[in-house]
Every structure is written in C-alpha cells, then in structure tokens.
C-alpha cells in the first residue's frame, strides 16, 4: 500500500516538472534591440571583466548565493529534528515502552495430586508442573488482544488446601505504553482468562478446561499490584521466608528487626490441609505512617494480592491480638525503614470453626456467647450457630452486646455480620456503646456468618431470659437501642439510650424558677441566665456527680458547670479547665479581599485573613476536594467519609493548605503523614464521621496570627441561642453550581433541636446534629466536607468546633438543614490520638 503510493506521488511529481518547462519555453519572446537591449549587454560584458572571488571568499560567495542558503537551512533543520526525535525516543518514548504492569493472580487447578515436593520451589517436581501451567497460561495470553503487550507469567507458589487439588499463585507482566495503560486493566486481564475456561457442559459443575488444564472457575482471582510488590517478592528481595506449620497448636516463632537497615520482606506460612493459620502479634514497634513507610499488611493468600488483604498494621502495637485466615496459606508483607524497629510474634496451624451450641436460658440465669475464634479478630469467612431454649414460651432470649448493634437487613449488603433469627436476616455493625436485641421466641435459632471484607473486630454478647409482655421492669423505659431507663431520667438533657431515644420528641421544660421542684437540668449552669432571679447560674463550680452533661475536671471531680471550657473563670479546683486554652481567637487582621457578596455559597459572605485561623483546605492530587480544622500543630480534624475510598485514604495523594483566604494563596502547605479514620464509621449511614490527619511537619509558630488551633469542647459542652454558629468552606455555592468560589465563604447558621432535626430528615444519631436556617438560604455544600461548624461563646468568648461537615439532603433546601458530626461526642476518642 505505501510502495504504490509512494509511486503515484513520484509518477506526479516528473509529470508537473515536464509541464513547467514546456510552459517556460512557451513563455519565451523573441528579443528585440531596443535601447535596454543594448544597455544588459554591455552591464554583462562588465560583470565578465571583474576579478573572481578565491579560497574562502569564493567558498562565502557561493555558500550565500540563494540557491545554496536554502540547501544550508534545510540541512540545519534536518539536523536538529533528528536530533530532537533521539532526544523524544530516549527520553520518552523509549521510557514509556519501559513500563511495566503487574499483577498476581491464582486458582485452583481440579484432578491433581498434591504432594510436599510442589512446596520446595528448587524442586524438579515444582518445575515441572510449574513449566506446564505457566506454558497454558502464557498461551492464554499470546493469542489474546494484549498479545503485543504481554511479557510473561511467573508461577510462584503451589499449595494445597481442603478442596484438593492444587492452588497456583502466579505472577503476569505486561510491557504497555503509558497512552495504553488502560488496554490491561485489572478487570481485561480477569476476563481474558476467565474467557478462556471452557466450563464442561458433561458435568455443569465450576471446573472448565483452561487449555486442556481442568481449573475451578471460582477460585480465579487476579488483581494489580506495584512493582515494589513484584520485585520485591523475587530473588532481590532482603528476606522472602517460608514457614510451615505441620501440627496443630505446635507455635512456630516469626521475629523480623530492623536495626541493620531498610526492611521488605515477605513471608509466606504455610499449614497443613483442612487447618487454618493464627497469626499473633506480640508487639511492633514502627513509626505510624499509614504503613506508606512502616507496616505490616497480611494477606489471605501467598502473594500480595489487594482483594485478599486480611489486615493491616499501620501503628505500633503494644498489647497482643490475633488474626485468623481462612484457608491453610498466609502472607506477611513487612516494611520498616531504617531504625531500631521490630516485630514479634508467632503462629500456628488450628481447627476450622463450624461451631454449632445449644444452650438452656434458666430465668436470672446469665451466659456468654462470643464471636468465632475469640478474643481472635473475626476472618472474612466464618460460621457459628447457637441453639437456645427458655423453661416457658412467655419467655424470650435478650442479647446484650458491648460494641454490636442488629438492624434489619435493607438493600445494601452487610458489611460486618449477616445474621439469620428464625429466619429473618439482620446486619450487624459496631458501635461505641451496649445494645440489647431482643428475641420474642423460647426457643430460637441464631446463625452468624462474618461478611466483613477484612478481619473485623471480635465481639461478645450476654445471654438472659426476658418476660416478653414486659421487657422492661416496671417504671421503666425501652429505648430503641434496647436498653432500659428509669422514666424519671427521660427527658432530663442526657442521652441515657445512647440513641437520643429518651430526648427527642420531648416538650420544652418549663423554667420552674421559684418553684420548690428543682429545675431542669437543661437550664442549669448552661452559660446563659434563664430565670429573672438567676438561680439557674448560681453555685455552678460546685462538685456533683459526673455525667456527660457536667464539665469533668483532670482532678476526676465533676462540677454542675456545662462550658467551664476556657471561658476566663478559673472552675474547677486543679485550675485545669483553664489550661490548653491557645485556640479559638482569632487575630485582629486588616481586612482584604473581594467585597461581601460577591461570591455568596449558599447565602454565604466572603471572609477576611484571619478571621477563621483553624479552616484548612485539603486538596487530593492538586484539586480542592475537602475541608478542615486545626487542633493543634501537627494534627488536623475532619470527616471520615472524605477518605473512605480505597485511594483516598493514602496520605501522600493529600496535602493540607494553611493559613489561605483565596485559594492558591496558602500561607503554609503540608504533607500528610497518616490519616485516622474513626474505626466505627459507617459509610452508608454516615455514623461515626470524623477522621484525623497528622501533618509530615507541624506548621511554623510564625504563622499564629494566620493559623491558630480551634477549641475542642467538652462533652458536657451545650450550645444556647447566645451563641454564634458560623459554617465556613470554599464549597459550591449551590446545588446546581459547577465553579468553586475562590474566596473562603462563611455563612452564619442556627443549631436545630435534635427532635426537629429527626422530623425532617430521619436517620440521625446521636452523634450528629443538625444547623440551617429554616428558609434554606445559607448552607454548607459540596467541597465544604470536613470543614468546621465553629460557635463562638456568649460575650465575644471563644470559637469551639461544635460540628463537622458532613451530609444533608441538597443544599439550601427549605426546612432541611446540614448535618454535621457532633464534636463533643468525640472528644475523648480525639485527645486519645493526638495527646
């Protein structure tokens, strides 16, 4: 195709130069003898009689005449093409043939006898069968529509386990221009080899022939991986290990240290079929990172796999746990920088779990029951059955968990614990605080099954009889959590049901200010004079008993006092509800900036520098996706679900913007070392959002006036109508906007009663609280997550983080406000982390 081309081009080529020298001899005149004539004659007889030019002049002569400058040019640009296609080859086109994807994959090949000699990877057995299954699975991928990018496969690990027959880890490299890169995605690469599995329409069962090679078609599982995980794996590895645990109960040692230098291991435990492998980890000690730097990952198979990851460990560990796997193979991938930094801990081969208990409830009789391989951490796969009966069918079963809630199964799967109670389905999730579920059946059939993606965190349960007509003991009240309270503690300020169902729908308490009853503990020491003869505000630093509506001192003691917080008066005895007050006051800056109202989010105004020190800009991968607030000089506070995608929860694709008004005028950027996602967060019901971020390096003093820590409130801490709420964001200005402000906006909003709250929007925790305005005009929006809702105390006092950016129907809709995270909820679980 191009040699005819090419030669249509030339035939045309000769054929227009013949027409333009017959079309010059045609325009040729025949020469008159005028005055002119005569004149060119004798100019060119003249130019005949001058000396020629010699050496260089004639060479300079000649180099200038036109004819030869155009010559000259065109080899100069030649040249310098040529040159910059070497330069473009070598340095970007040669390094993108270069990289390389990766990825680790393994089934399950049916009808082959297992036999010790495939563990030794030196051995001639393992090398024979490894070259027959790594010649199919190459084939697989050569007559494949990424034959051109494919490089090899590399089997790596054959093993067994109680289905027979033998389990192939491999690994497969692929050469793909970065332009390409997409050509070999994880989900290509599956579906070419699944494609490939001819299933047996003789036997309908899941093994097909892969090229003649029976494999199970569910064992298939390939994902993609770095090539730090492929190379280090190989021969250049510091340490590759292979442990194997042949007995049960026989604990094999593992100790990894890296005081000589740089740490990436992997070890591979191995157990013998039908047995699984307990991991117990004694101690780690390492820097926290978010395992980018130092971690241990653990992985429910015998390479690196993300899709069988069964934990991770990104901090040090000081007290001893345990993880289980779900099949007789484990793999421990170490990395510890440079330090004096080490791992202890050993393993060992146990029994698979498929427990089946029936217990007699006896009335005032109490037992225990607990989650599989307890006090292990809970496998991805596991199973448990509990049979009880009570002496009396008015008789039900009450489980009273410490950290575990049962809710009916929605739409959404369940994400950790699928539950069938004759046989109706519940899901399971962790919470910070007890639950009782309630069976109204004497004789019922429990049956668990874990469903988390990871290991999750073991649980335990306290199993009584209860009177099903009556639950509670008389002058008592059955919250939704199903705990019981006394009636007379409903409606008294404090979340005794640890859902609020005690609180809400309550009328507002009348203020009994000379009345002989006591007043509502609503009233009392809030901050604000409620009654005319202000009794309410009377003997406030008086020691009471501690609840979470009463400021708690270092000392222990309690006083009546709710926002004794920094507020200026020296409370409590140990003077320490005045200590740690750096925060919450902003510096008086000369104002810049655009005029208010020009760029208005949600009925917000521009801001000033310096009017809110603690608002921080997240940007992931350069662009703005999140907001912030200062707590101290290295640690950040925001929402978990800004960092609940696999992705996004990596550190080093985040960075923090300080001290900035406009965007892209940060007064400080930082990079982030960790990030702290609260371990309860629920992603579908937004419970438990909060995370915290750890800066590389804390921010300069220098920067005070500019970046300045908020104050964290108490959990005894209570908003009144004299505070000042404010919300603050470079988030969208509307729900149908498409450009982001770039001037911080700030818009000044109401706390709504948790009861309102619930009546318009339904599923609220106690953990969440709602602020707006009931027309709708001022809102936080999307870009605003994460960032602070700060009230300002009473007399120009000052600002607390009350709330966290977090969900809400829309934005700025009418009678439907923001909902943030509660703060105060979370103080503890905050100083926990950062102190």
């Not at 965190?457 to 009240?477: L, V």
């Not at 105004?605 to 703005?624: A, I, K, R, T």
């Not at 959002?689 to 959990?715: G, H, N, R, Y």
Request: net charge neutral; charged share 20%; hydrophobic share 35%.
């Amino acid at each position: 195709m191009g040699t005819e081309r090419e030669a249509n081009e030339k035939a045309s080529g000769e054929g227009d130069a013949s027409q333009l020298e017959a079309a010059s001899i045609a325009d040729v005149s025949v020469e008159v003898a005028t005055v002119d004539h005569t004149l060119q004659k004798i100019c060119r007889k003249y130019r005949k009689t001058r000396r020629k030019p010699k050496g260089l002049k004639r060479l300079q002569a000649r180099l200038l005449s036109i004819p030869h400058l155009a010559v000259i040019i065109t080899a100069v640009v030649f040249v310098v093409l040529i040159i910059m296609w070497s330069l473009l080859w070598v340095f970007l086109f040669r390094r993108e043939s270069n990289s390389g994807v990766y990825f680790a994959g393994m089934f399950r090949v049916a009808n082959v006898e297992f036999i010790p000699e495939y563990r030794q990877a030196e051995s001639r057995e393992f090398v024979s069968l490894a070259g027959k299954i790594q010649h199919v699975v190459s084939n697989v991928f050569k007559v494949s529509s990424v034959a051109r990018l494919y490089k090899q496969a590399i089997i790596s690990d054959l093993s067994n386990n109680d289905k027979g027959g033998v389990l192939v880890h491999f690994w497969m490299a692929f050469v793909v221009p970065q332009l390409r890169s997409k050509s070999v995605c994880e989900e290509c690469v599956e579906a070419i080899f699944r494609d490939s599995v001819h299933i047996s329409m003789m036997n309908r069962s899941s093994v097909g022939y892969l090229l003649g090679l029976p494999v199970d078609m569910d064992s298939i599982l390939i994902n993609a991986v770095e090539r730090s995980d492929y190379s280090s794996s190989g021969a250049g590895s510091q340490c590759v290990g292979k442990l194997y645990a042949n007995l049960p109960g026989l604990s094999v040692p593992l100790n990894v240290f890296s005081s000589w230098g740089d740490v990436s291991c992997h070890v591979k435990l191995t157990s013998a079929p039908g047995s699984l492998i307990r991991l117990t980890v004694t101690s780690f000690l390492i820097e926290p990172s978010d395992c980018v730097s130092d971690g241990l990952t653990a992985y429910d198979a015998l390479l690196p796999m993300r899709g069988r990851i069964l934990h991770r460990m990104c901090e040090p560990v000081s007290r001893s746990f345990s993880l289980v796997s779900t099949s007789n193979v484990m793999l421990l991938s170490f990395r510890m920088t440079n330090g004096n930094k080490s791992f202890r801990g050993h393993f060992e081969a146990i029994a698979e779990e498929m427990s089946q208990i029936e217990t007699h409830v006896e009335p005032d009789i109490i037992g225990q029951i607990y989650s599989p391989f307890h006090p292990s951490l809970l496998p991805p796969q596991c199973f448990s059955t509990w049979k009880f009966e009570t002496p009396s069918s008015a008789l039900g079963v009450a489980l009273q968990f410490q950290n575990y809630v049962l809710k009916p199964k929605e739409v959404n799967g369940c994400e950790h614990g699928w539950w069938k109670v004759n046989e109706i389905i519940f899901c399971g999730s962790y919470v910070g605080h007890h639950t009782v579920f309630r069976i109204s059946d004497h004789s019922p059939e429990v049956e668990f099954r874990c469903s988390s993606r990871i290991s999750a965190q073991p649980f335990q349960a306290t199993y009584s009889s209860y009177n099903i007509s009556q639950p509670c003991p008389e002058n008592h009240f059955l919250c939704s959590t199903g705990l019981c309270v006394e009636k007379s503690r409903r409606c008294d300020g404090l979340d005794d049901c640890q859902d609020e169902s005690d609180e809400v729908f309550c009328s507002r308490p009348t203020k009994n200010c000379g009345g002989n009853s006591p007043l509502h503990p609503l009233f009392v020491c809030n901050g604000e004079s409620d009654c005319p003869n202000g009794i309410d505000e009377t003997n406030c630093t008086q020691e009471t008993t501690c609840s979470a509506i009463r400021y708690q001192c270092s000392s222990g003691s309690c006083i009546l006092k709710k926002n004794a917080k920094c507020d200026g008066v020296l409370d409590c005895q140990d003077h320490s509800d005045e200590a740690d007050c750096a925060c919450g006051r902003p510096s008086s800056v000369k104002k810049t900036g655009s005029p208010p109202g020009r760029e208005r989010i949600v009925g917000g105004d521009n801001s000033v520098e310096g009017e809110w020190p603690w608002q921080v800009s997240l940007h992931f991968s350069g662009q703005l996706y999140c907001g912030a607030s200062v707590l101290s000089s290295d640690w950040l506070v925001s929402a978990a679900h800004c960092f609940s995608k696999e992705r996004l929860s990596d550190p080093r694709y985040w960075s923090a913007h300080l001290g900035m008004l406009t965007q892209g005028s940060a007064k400080h950027v930082a990079e982030i070392q960790r990030i702290v996602v609260h371990e309860y967060y629920d992603e579908y019901t937004f419970d438990y959002d909060i995370a915290l971020l750890q800066l590389k390096k804390p921010w300069p003093p220098s920067l005070s006036p500019l970046v300045q820590p908020v104050c964290l409130p108490p959990s005894s801490h209570a908003v009144t109508d004299s505070h000042r709420c404010v919300v603050t964001g470079w988030g969208y200005r509307s729900e149908d906007d498409k450009v982001l402000p770039s001037v911080l906006q700030k818009a000044e909003v109401s706390i709504v009663s948790q009861t309102d709250c619930k009546k318009s929007l339904g599923p609220v925790s106690s953990r969440m609280l709602c602020a707006g305005v009931a027309s709708g005009e001022r809102d936080a929006c999307r870009g605003d997550s994460g960032g602070p809702l700060s009230c300002q105390a009473p007399g120009r006092g000052r600002w607390f983080l009350i709330g966290i950016v977090s969900w809400g129907s829309g934005c700025g809709r009418p009678n439907l406000p923001g909902v943030f995270t509660r703060v105060n909820k979370f103080t503890s679980w905050i100083y926990s982390h950062i102190s």
